[in-house]
């Protein structure tokens, strides 16, 4: 059964920094992009970044370059996301995704999706 679970949020002071996982089961992430994605209530969902589990190459959204960092484990079949300096505008509930294919950020282009976990940014 193929699985992906997110784990890492919370609440954090703005300019925080918080490490998202997302671990997948089921299935080898070779050959996958995951994707992490996030959505703030009466929003649509956004693509924040994403990264080829076989080499690595990665994108991001503009409003994370320069905050947010993805990087794989492959031995663990684990994704990170590294977020530092948070904004209040970061809120959302953050989710992970994969597929099959090259690297983008449009979440109905992905296939298999987490939970999502909720970060929240305040003071």
């Known amino acids: 059964q193929v699985q992906l679970v997110e784990s890492g949020g919370g609440l954090v002071q703005p300019g925080g920094s918080l490490r998202l996982s997302c671990a997948a089961s089921?299935?080898?992430?070779?050959?996958?992009?995951i994707g992490w994605f996030r959505q703030a209530p009466g929003k649509e969902r956004e693509g924040v970044s994403c990264?080829?589990?076989?080499?690595?190459?990665?994108q991001y959204a503009d409003s994370v370059k320069g905050r947010f960092t993805v990087s794989r484990d492959n031995a663990k079949n684990t994704v990170y996301l590294q977020m530092n300096s948070l904004k209040p505008e970061d809120t959302a509930v953050y989710y992970c995704?994969?597929?099959?294919?090259?690297?983008?950020?449009?979440?109905?282009?992905?296939?298999?999706w987490g939970q999502g976990t909720q970060v929240t940014v305040s003071s």
């Open positions: 995704a994969a597929r099959i294919g090259d690297l983008v950020l449009f979440a109905n282009w992905y296939d298999y």
């Open positions: 089921g299935f080898p992430l070779d050959y996958h992009a």
């Open positions: 990264i080829s589990v076989s080499d690595g190459s990665t």
